[in-house]
């Protein structure tokens, strides 16, 4: 299913393309330039700040709640912390349930998700429940997931996102110590586990589903799905003899990311800041891997300083020459 040339942005490049093919007229031409670069309108100002000053202030709120309680601690009774708390969460979930799918709503509902935290840290430490720290992730993840389901706001599912992975990460800090190559199998099952979440938004977001339009979600999660990877692919390199099947395996889950990387962008007619963050993967890989090389090799310091300066500029500016190539090779080309 390849996207629709009407769906595409409307770029200088794409229209300077499209001028060269004598698809637009000269007249036409400008005219597309100049919608394409004027300056947003008054209203769509108004909703961007709106929209800001919004979420901010729902942070702003969020963390005087975790401050409030961290210094009122000492004086609050018990069943102070808890009513307070509850009383916050319920007055945000009725906001959100009156406000229904505007901005207002989804931010009040997104703040009594995060509530729910806070709510089950007070409750631990005022009964001492003696649950280890990732229980408290878990179960704030799974207790959120109905609005995260229902809510059709993809911040929410970051935040789901978030919790699932802090939670498998004490999870494999406190009971997995009897495990060898604990990172590497830590990296692994993060990088499957994010990127299985960024495949299914892309899927769903090619299937036209409307909420999932926007991109820069897909993008957050590319960097959680290739970060672990790399670093254990880095791992492998500069390892001499204990390489292990885990960083192997993560090498492997990375080129095959950046390959997913460049076909998504391809299919997308312009994804360029996944192809950089594919490209500065790449350039890590190849910079990681010549290092070492000269490193083992016994060369000294300057001939390794001679060698790798070069080699950095030299794979900047290919880097650079490739993704304004990309650039251009998809503005016209696929579309026509």
Same mark, same amino acid.
């Given at each position: ?10 770029? @200088? ?119 280890? @720290? ?83 979600? @897909? ?80 060369? @000294? ?36």
């Amino acid at each position: 299913m390849t996207k629709d040339f009407l769906d595409l942005e409307a770029t @200088p490049e794409r229209l300077h393309a499209l001028a060269d093919a004598r698809i637009l007229s000269p007249d036409a031409y400008g005219r597309a330039l100049n919608l394409a670069v004027a300056s947003p309108s008054r209203s769509a100002w108004h909703a961007f700040v709106a929209m800001t000053l919004m979420a901010l202030g729902s942070l702003l709120v969020l963390a005087g709640v975790v401050y409030f309680f961290a210094y009122n601690w000492a004086e609050l009774g018990r069943f102070a912390k808890l009513g307070l708390i509850a009383l916050a969460i319920t007055g945000t979930a009725v906001g959100a349930w009156r406000l229904g799918d505007r901005p207002a709503g989804q931010f009040a509902l997104l703040a009594s998700a995060v509530l729910v935290g806070p709510l089950l840290a007070v409750y631990g430490q005022t009964y001492q429940t003696g649950a280890d @720290p990732y229980e408290l992730f878990i179960g704030w993840g799974a207790l959120i997931l109905p609005w995260v389901a229902l809510a059709r706001f993809t911040p929410l599912w970051l935040l789901q996102l978030v919790l699932v992975n802090t939670g498998v990460i004490l999870f494999w800090g406190q009971r997995m110590d009897g495990l060898g190559s604990r990172e590497g199998l830590l990296a692994l099952l993060l990088g499957a586990l994010n990127g299985f979440a960024w495949a299914t938004y892309e899927h769903f977001a090619n299937l036209k589903v409307p909420w999932l339009q926007g991109r820069w979600l @897909p993008r957050v999660l590319s960097l959680m799905t290739v970060t672990p990877l790399l670093g254990m692919a880095l791992l492998f390199i500069l390892s001499d003899s204990d390489r292990s099947i885990e960083s192997g395996l993560s090498l492997l889950l990375l080129l095959a990311a950046l390959g997913g990387i460049y076909a998504l962008h391809r299919h997308l007619h312009g994804e360029l800041f996944l192809l950089t963050v594919g490209a500065l993967c790449a350039m890590t890989l190849v910079t990681t891997a010549v290092g070492y090389f000269l490193i083992k090799a016994s060369m @000294p310091e300057e001939i390794v300083l001679l060698v790798m300066t070069p080699l950095v500029i030299g794979e900047m500016a290919l880097s650079v020459t490739w993704l304004r190539h990309e650039s251009h090779a998809t503005g016209v080309t696929e579309e026509t």
